[in-house]
């Protein structure tokens, strides 16, 4: 069954610093997003993706983050200068491209960042 | 602008017991409404959802929501719970002018032999 694929499964970075967030969406889909969770609070969005930009995104999604399809395949989330509250699970999502808001997403396992 | 509340961070049943969970959403426009679980150390999965045909929905795993506009909730049953229902249970919705989801702080189910 095709999923959703996240790397690393757990990062941990010195505060200040850059990190990169990994997703291999579906192969067929077409959209495709970040989310976050912060421990003990809910899943949130961040941004979305088609047609190679940014279709939407969330007051979150500051000049500190962004987003890039290097390939045909990977979908990254690029966290600048990182703080001690970027730490979360993140999580990829992608849909297929019917851009209906009644698409199923599908989910990666997500990746924990602990910023210290 | 759209929100969600799920009522109880935690609930526990008993197995073979009735499982309710409950989610209240608002929305300016008609929504879309899901339901999703996520078990440990794994990814968010679709269970069902609701997108203006039937108001009675039916799921993976036994489970089932019924969206009653007048109350605005989506509340999430199952007859009769069994171990491998526990797991974090997450409502969420949309709308034709917000695709990403927008989602309730979840409730974990805690289920006891």
């Known amino acids: 069954e095709p999923e959703v694929t996240q790397t690393p499964s757990h990062q941990v970075t010195q505060m200040g610093q850059e990190v990169i967030l990994r997703c291999v969406p579906i192969?067929?889909?077409?959209?495709f997003y970040w989310y976050r969770q912060i421990l003990g609070q809910k899943v949130e969005f961040l941004v979305s993706f088609y047609n190679n930009e940014i279709s939407e995104k969330s007051e979150i999604f500051d000049d500190q983050f962004s987003v890039e399809r290097p390939d045909g395949s990977n979908f990254t989330l690029k966290i600048r200068s990182t703080k001690l509250e970027d730490s979360a699970m993140y999580f990829c999502?992608?849909?297929?491209?019917?851009?209906?808001?009644?698409?199923?997403?599908?989910f990666g396992q997500g990746t924990r960042l602990t910023v210290v | 602008a759209q929100s969600v509340t799920q009522l109880g961070s935690h609930v526990s049943v008993s197995e073979g017991a009735l499982v309710l969970l409950r989610c209240n959403y608002s929305s300016s426009v008609p929504p879309y409404l899901f339901w999703y679980v996520q078990y440990p150390n794994q990814g968010l999965q679709l269970l069902l959802k609701?997108?203006?045909?039937?108001?009675l929905v039916k799921g993976i795993n036994g489970f089932e929501a019924e969206f009653k506009k007048s109350e605005t909730s989506f509340h999430l049953t199952k007859p009769s719970a069994h171990m491998s229902d526990a797991a974090e249970y997450f409502c969420a919705v949309s709308n034709t002018g917000r695709r990403a989801l927008t989602f309730g702080s979840g409730t974990r189910l805690q289920v006891q032999p």
């Open positions: 192969s067929n889909h077409l959209y």
């Open positions: 999502a992608s849909t297929t491209g019917t851009g209906r808001a009644d698409t199923e997403a599908f």
């Open positions: 609701y997108t203006s045909a039937a108001t």
